[in-house]
Each structure stands twice: as C-alpha cells, then as structure tokens.
C-alpha cells in the first residue's frame, strides 16, 4: 500500500509565501511523477504542477513565474514552494503520485488528504 501524505498549508495574507511537502511512503516500487493538484470550494480539481524524478517539471499558467516545485528522490519527498499568493490560490491542495508499487506491479495514480491553504485579501 501507498501513502502520500501533506504538511505546510495554512492561512496567509496576499503576497505571503508558503511551502508544502508530500512524503510518499509504502510499497513503493517506483515513483514517476510526484506533484500537486487543488481544488476550490464549487470548482474542478485542477493541476498546479508535476515533476519526474528527472527533474522536468510542469505548472499551470496561474502559478508560473510565483510556485516552484522540488523534488528529494532520496526521500520521496515532494515540495512545492509558493511565493506571492493571491486570493484566488485559496484551495485544498492535494498531493499526487504515479507511482508502481510493489503489491501491483504497474502504474496508478496516488493521492493525498489534501492540505487548506487561504489566503487573506
């Protein structure tokens, strides 16, 4: 069994700075992407960004230029670093990985709890 579990959300003013993590621990067989999605109260939930474990990484056009991703292999460790956030970045943002584990065998898609970030006007 997977398990991808979050940290760092919480309540910030407009233009404040917050850093979430996502530790995927369990039957990992191996990790391809590790990332964050989010979804707004009454709205789909949409990508914020991935990252391989090569490094390429992916953002929504929102978050470009202000979120920045990393990625620790030797940890499984996912990080998501948001700098200037606005109101509209208000959401629960979820942790995702595609990832084999050992019991499968093949490819599946992981998520975590979520974690609320708000930001204040």
């Known amino acids: 069994q997977v398990q991808l579990v979050e940290s760092g959300g919480g309540l910030v003013q407009s233009g404040g700075s917050l850093r979430l993590s996502c530790v995927a621990s369990?039957?990992?067989?191996?990790?391809?992407?590790l990332g964050w999605y989010r979804q707004a109260p009454g709205k789909q939930r949409e990508l914020v960004s991935l990252?391989?474990?090569?490094?390429?990484?992916e953002y929504a056009d929102s978050v470009k230029g202000r979120f920045a991703i990393s990625i620790d292999n030797a940890k499984n460790t996912v990080y998501l670093q948001m700098d200037n956030l606005k109101p509209e970045d208000t959401a629960a943002y979820f942790c995702?990985?595609?990832?084999?584990?050992?019991?499968?065998?093949?490819?599946?898609?992981?998520w975590g709890q979520g974690t609320q970030v708000t930001v204040s006007s």
């Open positions: 990252i391989s474990t090569s490094g390429n990484t």
């Open positions: 369990g039957s990992i067989y191996r990790i391809y992407n």
């Open positions: 995702y990985g595609l990832i084999v584990s050992e019991g499968l065998g093949y490819r599946d898609d992981y």
